[in-house]
Every structure is written in C-alpha cells, then in structure tokens.
C-alpha cells in the first residue's frame, strides 16, 4: 500500500482559518491534490493576522498559515463575479470534493451551495465544516474553537478546577480546530470509501460543537446516567486522584511537574515505592493491598508527592525510566517537539519554506505503512492561479482578460 493512500483524489477547498482548512492539510499530507480558493483580494482572512503568538513568522513562512495550509495549491477567485464563478464550476467539475466552511448566507449568495456544485458535478462529496452544526435555530451562526469547542464544548469548564479564580483556557492556538480538521479528513475518508462502494455521494457534516461532544463524551455519558456532573478537584487539594494515589500531577523540587497515570495501583505500588526511595511503604500495613489503596488514597498520593518533591525534574527523568507503571513528563511545545519518541516516528516534518529555508511543523497523526510524510510548504496567496486556470484550456489572453475584470488574482 502507499504511504499516501489519497493519491489520485482531488480536493476543491473553499475555506478560511484553520478549522476546515486543516482537513485540507491532513488530505494533502495523505496524497491529495488540494486546490485552495482564496479571495481575490485579501486572500484567507488569516493571512492578516500578526498579533501574539499566531502571528509568529520569519519571512514568508508563518506557522499559523503553514500547519493547515501545507501541500496545497491556492487561486485566487472573486466568487461575487461570473467569470471568477465560472472558474470555480469548472474546477468543481474535476474534482472529488468540495470543502467549505462558509456560512449559509454566504454560500447562497455566492451561489456555491450543495445544489449549485452538483450542478456542475452529481458525483462531487460536498463537506461543511461549520461551528454549530447545520440544523436548529443557531445554525447560520459562526465561532472558533476558543468559544465553540472549548467553551461551549465544555472543555473549559471541565478542565479548570472548581477553587480557580479564572476559567483554564486552550492550551494551544487552533487546538480543537485541528482536532476538528481531522475529523473532517476522517469523514471525507469514509464519504470516498462509501462512494467506491455504492457509487453516491455524501454531504459530510462537521462542527466544532459535534468534535467537543465526542471528546467530552464520557463525561456526557455519566452525567446523563447519574443526573449529576462529577466534582472536580481543588487546586489547592492533593496532587492526586481521591480513589487512586497513583494517578495525579507531582511537582518536582524545581516546580515542574511529573505525570502518574496508573489504573492498577496495587500492581504498581511497590514498584513505584522502590523509585521514589520509599521501599519503607511497600510493606507498611495502610498501603498493603489494592483495597486500602483506594481508601487511603490521598494520604499514600500524599506520601508519593512529598518523595517527588525532593528531587528536580531532571532527575526523575532519569529516574522513572525503567518504572513499570505509566508516568510521563509534562512538557512544553519546544520539549515535545525534541522528544526522542517524537523524532523516532518521524511527527515533526522537514519543509522549505519560499526562500529555500529548512523549517519544521507537526506531522497530522495518521501514518500508513510506518512511513513518514514528506511535506511542502502552504503556498503563497494566489501562487497558482496562472497554472490553475491554464489547466482549464484558457489562452494567456483569456487569463489577463479575467484578471483584468477582477475575475482572478
């Protein structure tokens, strides 16, 4: 099997920001020829952004545009116009699948709703990623991830514990936006399987509100059976679990913070008492059975936080490698991108970016054949609008008529 399974499948993206875009980059990094459409003029809106830490970026190259952007190729198309719609149609007609995450007013207006695509395309999988789905009364509405997926979504409110004086925010810019932009990637997947199979096209649904139910869904399904919502823990409470000692965040002598996510405790126990220089507790009698673990399991995690708390965290590093039971460090975004798991596998990409730069980004999480992507770089607004159009059988003439109208870039 190839390492990109999506070879051969083309991808029509008429879209913005990161939430869908991101389905675009997944697609492109699996083998898909993506061909992006921008606005005539000012290009995908996120291309403006140059404030905080989204709008990092040396030269050309800008993360923010790259990480859903990579692999593609991008025209730039006034859609309010007939030449520049014409265009659009004809493209559409080539392709596999049209992506959007326009709003309903604006893709009736532009004429590039599901009817006006399969117009010109019966077979075309027209795919909507949109914030609050496309039924109810709120659903021509727009958001982001920050208010839709981690606010509504209940991610916030689940994550920030019930003492903080503020609300925990995402832990990282376009967090569920990429998580939703591989939903998506997985729904396109399934709509060309189903296809193949059947010979009809889908209209595949993504929201960001859909993603936050399905990444809550544990929590929804025990609040819906019990009628209650689980207690969330103190920030100045025990560093662990109330029922397992063996599962919570330990700072470490130097303030960082060593993660024990162990099921089992009373296999684990004296495994992890030998670590943290505490043989002492193995045979202690509050702690000798699974059972009185789990009774007494604030004032053993307690115990194993007070061990943590004598040693930096470089130590434990080096410490807990040959531990039995499941531990992680928390790291950062630089520490996770120098990882040696991460290098391993290949989840940080080579790109060069426009000035022949050597650059790096996250790989989408999908590997087939434990092989890599190689990846290029998001292109510039409107790079391929020539070689786009060209493709259609329009003559140099026809092309500088179009731009001349304010058709294409």
Not at 84 to 96: K, N, S
Not at 117 to 131: C, E, F, H, L
Not at 240 to 261: E, H
Request: aromatic share 6%.
């Amino acid at each position: 099997m190839s390492a990109k399974p999506m070879s051969g499948v083309r991808i029509l993206e008429v879209a913005q920001f990161t939430f869908t875009p991101a389905a675009g980059a997944v697609l492109a990094d699996w083998g898909a020829d993506v061909i992006k459409v921008e606005h005539a003029v000012t290009g995908d809106a996120q291309r403006g952004i140059k404030i905080g830490t989204g709008g990092a970026s040396a030269g050309s190259f800008q993360p923010l545009m790259e990480h859903p952007n990579r692999g593609k190729r991008s025209i730039g198309l006034a859609l309010d116009t007939d030449g520049g719609r014409e265009i659009l149609y004809e493209l559409a007609a080539t392709c596999d699948v049209f992506l959007t995450n326009y709003l309903p007013g604006p893709r009736t207006r532009l004429k590039i709703d599901v009817e006006d695509i399969r117009k010109v395309n019966p077979k075309i999988i027209y795919v909507r990623g949109t914030a609050l789905g496309p039924k109810g009364p709120e659903a021509a509405k727009g958001g982001y991830d920050g208010s839709v997926f981690w606010s509504r979504g209940g991610c916030a409110v689940g994550l920030t514990p019930s003492d903080s004086p503020n609300i925990i925010g995402m832990p990282a810019g376009a967090f569920g936006d990429s998580m939703g932009g591989m939903t998506i990637a997985g729904g396109i997947a399934g709509a060309l399987f189903a296809r193949e199979r059947t010979g009809e096209p889908s209209i595949v649904d993504v929201s960001l509100l859909s993603v936050a139910v399905w990444a809550t869904g544990l929590s929804i399904g025990n609040s819906l059976l019990t009628g209650v919502v689980a207690p969330k823990p103190l920030m100045a409470g025990p560093p662990n679990a109330p029922v397992n000692p063996l599962i919570g965040n330990f700072r470490t002598s130097d303030g960082r913070f060593i993660n024990l996510t162990m099921l089992q405790p009373g296999r684990y126990w004296a495994d992890v008492c030998r670590h943290i220089g505490r043989e002492d507790l193995i045979a202690d009698e509050r702690f000798d059975s699974a059972e009185k673990l789990m009774e007494r399991a604030i004032e053993a995690g307690v115990l194993v936080a007070e061990a943590i708390a004598r040693r930096p965290y470089a130590e434990w590093l080096k410490r807990l490698q040959t531990m039995e039971g499941q531990w992680a460090p928390n790291q950062d975004a630089l520490e996770l991108a120098r990882d040696p798991q991460v290098a391993a596998n290949g989840y940080i990409l080579a790109v060069t970016d426009e000035e022949g730069n050597a650059r790096e980004l996250g790989s989408s999480p999908v590997m087939f054949d434990e092989t890599p992507f190689t990846i290029t770089r998001a292109p510039l607004f409107a790079e391929h609008t020539d070689e786009l159009v060209r493709s259609l059988g329009r003559t140099d003439e026809q092309l500088i008529d179009l731009k001349i109208q304010g058709a294409i870039t």
